[in-house]
């Protein structure tokens, strides 16, 4: 089966812009999740999808980030205006309902604002 | 809050070095223990997992042992290759949670 992908791989915008990451979850898999890594910290969750709707977004650090699955498949992570503080690296991961650590990662996006 | 603490990084070894990466966790009641591993230009990917206590994960020649009476989940391996130069992540997820809480990694390089 295909694996969980992320596009862009890099970004690099200045300061003010929007960016919009987009995952593709591997398909049947109804559980999505964004994590961040910043500045080589810990990788912390961002919020998780079931199916179409946002079950836990406790970990969006602000009303800059909006995420959106639209149908239930694939998912878009919008910042807007990006600041500084926002560049890292950003996980999308995907799993089955049920499958408590079968997660899939995909390989990330990295974010730069400069 | 649930938070999971690792050694600092980097560590650089030698081929055929034996490697332990601490790993100590807080959290309350029983969670599940996990290693993570990102190789260069991948994902994440599960190396290793531990539901209970005194439960020992192993893949690819890493093991960890769940210390619930030190809170701990150490990585160990005997003889690392060049190959298993890495990033390692120890997370844990509280039951019957899906979210993963994950320390803050450990990039290992090994020399030949």
């Known amino acids: 089966e295909a694996g969980v992908t992320q596009f862009p791989s890099h970004s690099v915008i200045e300061k003010g812009q929007t960016v919009t990451l987009r995952c593709d979850p591997i398909?049947?898999?109804?559980?999505l999740y964004w994590y961040r890594r910043v500045m080589g910290k810990e990788i912390k969750f961002l919020l998780h999808?079931?199916?179409?709707?946002?079950?836990?977004e406790s970990g969006m650090p602000n009303n800059r980030f909006l995420a959106e699955r639209t149908g239930g498949t694939y998912s878009t992570l919008k910042v807007q205006p990006a600041e500084l503080e926002d560049s890292g690296v950003y996980f999308c991961?995907?799993?089955?309902?049920?499958?408590?650590?079968?997660?899939?990662f995909g390989s990330g996006t990295r974010l730069t604002v400069v | 809050g649930d938070s999971v603490t690792q050694m600092e990084g980097p560590v650089t070894l030698s081929e055929e070095a034996c490697l332990t990466i601490?790993?100590?966790?807080?959290?309350?009641?029983?969670?599940?223990l996990f290693w993570y591993v990102q190789y260069p230009g991948e994902g994440l990917q599960l190396l290793l997992k531990?539901?209970?206590?005194?439960d020992k994960g192993s893949n690819k020649g890493f093991e960890a042992t769940y210390r619930k009476e030190t809170t701990s989940f150490h990585l160990e391996k005997g003889s690392v290759q060049v190959s298993d130069s890495a990033v390692y992540f120890c997370?844990?997820?509280?039951?019957?949670?899906?979210?993963?809480?994950f320390g803050q990694g450990t990039r290992l390089t090994i020399n030949p």
């Open positions: 991961a995907s799993n089955r309902p049920g499958q408590e650590s079968g997660y899939t």
């Open positions: 398909s049947g898999h109804d559980n």
């Open positions: 999808f079931v199916k179409e709707s946002k079950q836990d």
């Open positions: 601490n790993c100590t966790y807080t959290a309350t009641g029983y969670p599940s």
């Open positions: 531990a539901t209970k206590a005194d």
């Open positions: 997370a844990l997820s509280r039951q019957g949670a899906q979210k993963l809480v």
